[in-house]
């Protein structure tokens, strides 16, 4: 395993299966190829962007990385080791390095708790023997690194007495209470009010700086994605179809589904709006029967033999690989007006 990195995914692949059918007794099972034969890296201390449509596989992605499903088939290293290969309890032993912030944080507070104890869950979990003075004092520093001050007038309430923006917080206070390497953050603003999104945002680069976090950060937005991410990987049908830096991704989308998703981009405000709009026919379906490309009957670009064979990853940049096998008929880049600048986080 590469020293830089902390996360090396291989080949990893999740099918569930779904009855179909308008019978009750005599539905057919079918295949759905959630996530299929995805390979990617996650480097020490950067957040690497997982966006796409919805369906995609990104979520099935992170809680197999997070082992809260189990794959199919594939390896995760995560410091050298391979996650998949081990038992219960030898992987209980990473759980505490390894974190998930969720969607919706009105589902994962439990409502019978106080703040204290949902905060103390963790701590009693994987830090046995600490005195209840040293617990109450991780949990207080816990919620006054998420900004909610003075933690006192916090920690004794119910989920309930609080605002969806707090909720989030304190989530994202359960998921650093033990100092994780790596936090997985799944679209962790998309169900909260406009005006708290921003501050939630901050709040996740903040805790990265201060804590050397690495980070995955799930988003169907490229314009979240563009302002939280080092690099992004584009998913479409279970498969990363391009993955590269967050500057070379934007100002170089070269995957036509890329190049789809970015020219409809509205509010990335370096772009000038006289772009062409790329607008797609048709929907994802994860139960196709998978036989070369994946995004074939949707390519404006595709030619006879994207019907039968998958795509090699092409290297067009240092960091920065295309699944796509007609690359020469896809125009190159975006016009120059267009380029985004990423701002170093401050
Ligand atoms: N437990 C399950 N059983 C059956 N199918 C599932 C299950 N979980 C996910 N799927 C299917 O796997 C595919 C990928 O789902 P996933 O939740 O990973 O997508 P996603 O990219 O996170 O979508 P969204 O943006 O809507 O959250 C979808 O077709 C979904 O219906
Ligand atoms: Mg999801």
């Known amino acids: 395993m590469n020293d830089k990195n902390l996360i090396e995914v291989k080949l990893l692949n999740k099918t569930f299966t779904k009855k179909v059918g308008r019978h009750l007794f005599n539905r057919k099972v079918i295949p759905v190829h959630a996530v299929n034969n995805v390979s990617f890296e996650v480097k020490k ?86 005195s209840h003075k040293e617990k109450k004092a991780m949990v207080k520093e816990s919620i006054e690194a998420i900004d909610l001050k003075p933690a006192e007038r916090f920690i004794y309430r119910y989920p309930h007495e609080l ?52 980070m995955m950060f799930i988003t169907h937005d490229l314009t979240t994605a563009s302002y939280m991410c080092d690099r992004i990987a584009v998913m479409y049908q279970g498969e990363i179809v391009e993955i590269g830096t967050t500057q070379e991704v934007i100002n170089y989308p070269s995957h ?18 006289n772009r062409e709009r790329i607008i797609l026919d048709g929907e994802v379906d994860a139960t196709m029967e998978k036989k070369g490309c994946i995004f074939v009957n949707r390519c404006p670009f595709k030619e006879e033999h994207c019907e039968h064979h998958s795509p090699d990853f ?17 125009p190159a880049g975006l016009p120059k007006e267009q380029i985004f600048d990423k701002k170093p986080v401050s």
Do not use: W
Request: hydrophobic share 40%.
């Open 45 to 130: 201390g950067e957040t690497l962007g997982i966006i796409g449509e919805s369906g995609c596989g990104k979520t099935t992605t992170a809680r197999m990385l997070l082992r809260l499903q189990k794959e199919t088939s594939g390896e995760i290293y995560f410091k050298g080791t391979d996650l998949c290969k081990l038992n219960e309890k030898q992987t209980a032993k990473f759980r505490s390095n390894m974190q998930m912030i969720f969607q919706d944080p009105y589902d994962t507070l439990n409502p019978g708790m106080r703040i204290i104890d949902i905060l103390m869950e963790p701590i009693n979990a994987h830090l046995k023997g600490l």
């Open 163 to 214: 605002s969806g923006g707090q909720r989030q917080r304190i989530a994202i206070a359960r998921s650093i209470i033990l100092e994780p390497d790596f936090i997985a953050a799944d679209e962790p603003t998309s169900m909260l009010d406009v005006s708290v999104r921003a501050g939630i945002l901050n709040l996740l680069l903040k805790l990265k700086e201060k804590m050397g976090l690495t």
């Open 256 to 273: 036509p589904y890329t190049r789809a998703l970015v020219s409809v981009v509205t509010d990335l405000n370096h772009f000038i709006d």
């Open 314 to 330: 092409i290297q067009k940049e240092e960091n920065h690989f295309v699944a796509c096998s007609c690359l020469d008929k896809v």
